[in-house]
């Protein structure tokens, strides 16, 4: 299937549900796919992220609908975060969905329309990028302060990736790049190539703690999520945090988007993806497994943070201090990033 025809079945998917959503205002396409052209081939591995505006308060429930051979995935977001150019522009997970119409799936005020041509005007200013730089900072920073709080050890766990995902994305932000999730260390890795600091990527892998793993130790880690992630579908009742990516629907995104990365090489980048879902598995092996059951699996994913370096919390506050070494190394870097890319305007 073809990028564009994704698009198409998005729209779709939102004209078919947008009866059903009060206070319905409108939708636009996030993710990866504002960053690939129509005629390219769309990934098995993504799914297709849509927001859903409405006026008031946005709804917090998160589900992953199957549509016509996709995998959606729907969240909600409040006009009152839509007002302005000036809201979207300085919002490092936004800016860069409104720099295409084609963004746009469903505007039935054409709110949306006229905000999408003021974000695209501004949006390679360099005020702008050095803006969504600095809140992706201070995301990273507030989540180096959870890290090392009295929080269980898979808390950590997730504030420690969270570290690591926000500071690689930076980078991204700095090169007018889609900040993504699930590769942001592989796009941090190009913009630093690009520039001749390589190095600083090592670092990035160090603070996670897979920089010395081996594709046959990571290949092995990745076994043991895909059997965790398998029995988690069948075993969970009780909702919890981001239940929604542990689901047969949800598998090829999270369990085969994790191979991908392993399978070009990326295994050690991958591991970041590799902890938030087993995070979330045992999570729900916790609430719902047998005793026996949720005690094996919580034995193996003490391994998986063992092959980090994860003992206790000495480790995490070890992390916590070379996190804050390496923001402000990557902060500055970043400002080089901004000074080489031609398309970012002075203003």
Not at 6 to 12: I, K
Not at 28 to 35: A, D, P, V, Y
Not at 188 to 204: K, P
Request: aromatic share 8%; proline share 5%.
């Amino acid at each position: 299937m073809k990028v564009k025809e994704v698009r198409e079945l998005a729209r779709q998917w939102v004209e078919a549900e947008s009866a059903n959503i009060p206070q319905f205002m409108g939708a636009f396409l996030t993710g990866s796919i504002n960053w690939l052209a129509d005629d390219m081939v769309w990934p098995a591995t993504s799914d297709v992220d849509i927001t859903l505006v409405v006026e008031g308060d946005a709804p917090h429930n998160r589900w992953r609908p199957a549509y016509q051979g996709l995998v959606l995935d729907p969240s909600f977001k409040s006009l009152e975060e839509l007002r302005s150019a000036e809201q979207v522009l300085g919002t490092y997970y936004l800016a860069g969905h409104f720099v295409s119409p084609t963004s746009i799936l469903a505007d039935p005020s054409g709110h949306l329309t006229h905000l999408q041509s003021q974000v695209a005007k501004d949006y390679a200013q360099r005020r702008w990028v050095r803006c969504r730089c600095e809140q992706a900072w201070q995301l990273a920073e507030a989540c180096i302060a959870d890290m090392v709080s009295p929080n269980p050890p898979e808390e950590r766990a997730i504030y420690l990736m969270l570290t690591v995902v926000f500071t690689g994305q930076i980078l991204a932000l700095a090169d007018l790049r889609n900040p993504t999730f699930r590769k942001s260390s592989v796009l941090a890795r190009e913009v630093l190539s690009s520039i001749g600091q390589v190095e600083l990527h090592e670092g990035l892998l160090e603070l996670l703690g897979s920089a010395p793993l081996r594709r046959g130790d990571v290949e092995y880690l990745f076994q043991e999520l895909t059997e965790a992630f398998d029995r988690a579908t069948t075993v969970f009742q009780t909702p919890c945090w981001d239940d929604y990516m542990v689901t047969p629907v949800s598998r090829p995104n999270f369990i085969d988007g994790a191979w991908e990365l392993i399978d070009a090489g990326f295994h050690r980048e991958a591991m970041s993806w590799m902890l938030m879902i087993r995070t979330v598995c045992q999570r729900i092996f916790e609430n719902d497994a047998a005793d026996n059951e949720k005690a094996a699996f919580r034995k193996r994913y003490e391994a998986m943070l063992q092959a980090l370096g994860l003992h206790s919390l000495p480790d995490y506050q070890q992390r916590a201090k070379q996190a804050h070494m390496m923001l402000s190394e990557v902060m500055s870097v970043a400002e080089t990033v901004m000074m080489q890319n031609a398309q970012i305007l002075d203003g």
